[in-house]
């Protein structure tokens, strides 16, 4: 409620300004003056209400603008340390590589005694040995012994692609790569989701801003891991979310110069398995022996490579299980889909205990198999069909 007392003692001052004495007060020409004053007043009062307004305005904008602008320094400046970290681990695997080769060329210009050389050869493999044996301790001992069922889960009309989830991850998404060479990878949400229609792909397209070739890709951490195309032996690392490349790599020791399987069109397969990534891949000559190489995910170096007895020729597809390599060959006819070369860089598996590994008879070669260490079963791809193969293992032999 007003207090009509206050109120007077205010305006009473302002009055006295604006009023002439009572004698004046029936002059018109004094009337109108007040009132043109009036209006004066007003004018000014809104005048600086809207500066005020613009002001705050102004202020709002900035302020907006300046927090937009910070927040994009704050993203390039953990873009820009992000990728110093990443140039630092390459520079330092390039260095551990150049060091390497120097001690190879400085061992071949300067040959020692043999009794020393025979010393230092053993001294050699025992830390080689070591060496493997500290790479492959994880916590996994069980080796296959037999494919138990399939299950076709979904149907499409292209003869070659890929299929996956992420073998480090409790993600259900499931991505599927179509052809053997393209761009385009589907993400769906759960495998049901990838199950419900087989006549189109309800999926998220996601466009990579490179190519890869082969169908031995991987998901791993996030990230997917190809053979980058119209290269001999490129490894790619690409981050899904942001859609950049991560990292790359040079696999050496020929990779890619030839296919890695005779009945494939991929000239390097990658695998993951319960000691992490891998790639496997033919030699340098023509239908030689598959190369077994360990890579470190985190920076693309190569931890170490085998020579495996197990041929190219008739080979169509391999996967990892807990350190193993194990090849699947097709000699064509109405012969079986069989795993005949077992390769375990620990010498813990005798290919006597193995059983007649075999896969249900499909009418053609498999295009991938590959297996995930999280729900223990392969993923593969025949004739168009993506099929889950269930496994039966059991516990090999502790290394001594």
């Not at 140039?87 to 400085?106: P, T």
């Not at 899904?240 to 991929?266: F, I, N």
């Not at 350190?323 to 620990?346: A, E, F, K, M, S």
């Amino acid at each position: 409620m007003v207090d009509l007392r206050r109120a007077s003692a205010l305006l009473v001052p302002l009055l006295a300004v604006f009023l002439p004495p009572p004698q004046c007060a029936q002059d018109p020409g004094m009337v109108h003056y007040i009132y043109q004053r009036f209006q004066v007043l007003e004018q000014g009062l809104e005048k600086c209400t809207r500066a005020t307004r613009a002001y705050l305005q102004d202020f709002q904008d900035f302020s907006r603008n300046i927090s937009t602008v910070l927040g994009r320094c704050l993203s390039y400046t953990s873009e820009y340390k992000r990728a110093v970290n990443n140039l630092a681990l390459r520079v330092e695997r390039a260095q551990r590589e150049i060091d390497y080769l120097e001690y190879l060329r400085e061992a071949d210009l300067c040959p020692e005694p043999d009794d020393k050389s025979m010393a230092e050869k053993l001294l050699l493999e025992a830390e080689e040995e070591k060496k493997i044996r500290t790479l492959l301790n994880a916590s996994c001992d069980n080796m296959l012994m037999g494919i138990k069922s399939l299950k076709i889960v979904k149907k499409t009309m292209d003869t070659d692609g890929s299929w996956m989830k992420d073998a480090a991850s409790a993600s259900p998404k499931v991505y599927f790569l179509i052809g053997s060479r393209n761009n385009t990878v589907w993400e769906f949400a759960n495998l049901r989701a990838f199950m419900e229609d087989s006549t189109k792909l309800a999926g998220r397209k996601l466009i990579l801003t490179v190519s890869w070739q082969g169908t031995g890709q991987v998901i791993y951490k996030g990230f997917l891991f190809f053979h980058n195309q119209g290269t001999s032996s490129e490894i790619i690392k690409y981050n899904l979310q942001k859609r950049t490349v991560e990292d790359r790599m040079l696999l050496p020791g020929g990779a890619g110069r030839a296919l890695a399987y005779q009945h494939s069109s991929t000239y390097i397969d990658l695998a993951v398995d319960e000691h992490g990534l891998w790639a496997i891949h033919s030699g340098p000559d023509s239908h030689s022996h598959l190369v077994l190489t360990k890579i470190e995910p985190d920076t693309l170096g190569v931890e170490h490579s085998w020579d495996t007895p197990c041929r190219s020729q008739d080979a169509e597809a391999s996967f990892l299980l807990c350190g193993v390599l194990y090849v699947v060959y097709n000699t064509g006819g109405q012969d079986l889909h069989r795993i005949t070369c077992v390769y375990d860089p620990l010498g813990t598996i005798n290919e006597n205990d193995l059983p007649n590994l075999f896969f249900p008879k499909r009418p053609r070669s498999h295009s991938m198999i590959h297996y995930n260490p999280r729900d223990k079963q392969l993923y593969a791809w025949n004739e168009g069909n993506q099929i889950i193969y269930k496994l039966q293992t059991k516990r090999k032999l502790p290394v001594e």
